[in-house]
């Protein structure tokens, strides 16, 4: 949508796209990871600008392989995302807690096991206060942190992680760590490389249930900005996470590029890192991105070609309040091709993210577990959300279902 909106653009192409996104451009058949696939498209087509959305194809290599292969072609294509190496930040949360770790940067306690270590995970879980943090070390589509009440059910989890079968070779390794007690935020930056800078901050809402109850999803919601990230705690992420972040990685020899989402917890006034993710997340995004007024083509353009220092990014001071719209079972066994109603007009400053859908004939049909991102902006937290949970009301499909609690804990958070 924000790329769109740019007067520069010549052609969008997504892949794989959906019902939402084949109003803005041109859907395309093809596997984001399958990196020499978008490679050879990028050359046939004449794109210089590739977007990578998600976490595998950075994960996979695509920034690497798209530019050393245009490079020996001869050809301009750029990529707004980070290298293999520093996607190894969510890739690996082993790897990403041994950097924070070289680079001081404050995390919780923690170590690594694998199925061959469940008594030295015991023992070192024995020097831990439940609840216990379980983290698949690999990629597990946002659901593979599983918070447990006690040590036995914590061993038991330990188990079916690390022999493969619940996450898979995702959590063939797994990272055991103490749990910090305080309130969860985002913080998002932008690099190039040379130069970086805050974006926003954002709060996501991970379980299926209101008051934070049930599994963890891919994410129920979010509100931008977040009320006690006030520039007394945005200086401490600042001086204590995102430099330490980034000058860590140009000293290792792995410059940053493209979007890096730093997940927090606030403790007693304090930022701690949860997790990184090197792109921008959802539904945070959902959130971030409508209240952006730089055009995002000049942006992604700065990060790619090493001149962000020349951009000035300006954000609307309103709130943003996401709502996402979910299909009934989620995030467990779900229903698919729901014939979804949508609403005659949207109201100004309100926008409908299509995520789980898909086209079929005339009607759009529900196609995922998490469907359709509602946003809308306000004046503040209560005037966004009103707006936001009128919108969804209007919005129709079989099983239908959304958290009604999004960003209500924020209203009467007082900063420590």
């Known amino acids: 949508m924000k790329m769109a909106q740019s007067e520069r653009l010549k052609n969008l192409f997504i892949a794989p796209g ?5 109003q803005f451009g041109t859907n395309v058949n093809l596997s984001p990871t399958d990196v020499s696939a978008v490679y050879n498209f990028c050359k046939d087509n004449q794109i210089n600008l590739v977007v990578p959305g998600n976490e595998d194809p950075l994960v996979a290599g695509i920034s690497d392989f798209i530019e050393a292969k245009a490079f020996e072609d001869g050809l301009e294509i750029k990529v707004a995302g980070p290298s293999h190496w520093c996607a190894q930040l969510e890739g690996s949360k082993d790897f990403s807690k041994a950097f924070m770790g070289r680079h001081g940067i404050p995390t919780a306690r923690y170590q690594s096991f694998q199925l061959n270590q469940l008594d030295a995970a015991a023992e070192f879980m024995k020097t831990l206060e439940p609840p216990y943090v379980l983290k698949a070390d690999g ?10 009440p006690s040590f036995d059910e914590a061993m038991e989890t330990l188990r079916t992680m690390t022999d493969g079968s619940k996450f898979g070779k995702a959590g063939e390794v797994v990272v055991i760590e103490e749990f910090l007690k305080g309130i969860e935020l985002s913080v998002f930056g932008i690099s190039d490389g040379k130069d970086w800078q805050v974006l926003a901050s954002a709060k996501d809402y991970k379980r299926i249930f209101d008051n934070d109850e049930g599994p963890n999803t891919g994410g129920m919601g979010a509100i931008s900005p977040v009320p006690f990230a006030d520039d007394a705690f945005m200086q401490k992420v600042v001086d204590r996470i995102m430099k330490p972040t980034y000058d860590g990685l140009v000293k290792e020899g792995h410059p940053y590029k493209g979007f890096l989402f730093v997940g927090l917890m606030n403790v007693n006034g304090d930022p701690f890192v949860i997790e990184y993710n090197v792109r921008m997340g959802d539904p945070e995004t959902e959130a971030i991105f409508p209240r952006l007024k730089t055009p995002m083509l000049d ?9 962000l220092g020349e951009i000035g990014v300006s954000l609307d001071s309103r709130t943003a309040a996401t709502i996402f719209l979910v299909s009934g079972g989620y995030p467990g066994d779900i229903e698919k091709g729901k014939t979804i109603v949508f609403p005659e007009n949207l109201g100004e400053n309100q926008w409908l993210f299509q995520a789980g859908t898909k086209q079929d004939g005339e009607k759009i049909v529900t196609n995922g577990g998490r469907v359709i991102a509602v946003t809308s902006l306000g004046e503040d937290i209560p005037s ?11 919005i129709e499909f079989d099983g239908k279902f959304n958290r009604t609690d999004i960003g209500l804990d924020l209203l009467n958070f007082k900063t420590p």
């Open 139 to 148: 990629l597990a589509a946002g659901k593979g942190v599983i918070i447990t």
């Open 299 to 307: 942006l992604l353009e700065a990060m790619a070609n090493g001149n």
């Open 18 to 22: 959906n019902a939402g996104t084949s």
């Open 384 to 394: 966004a959300l009103s707006r936001s949970n009128t919108l969804a009301k209007q």
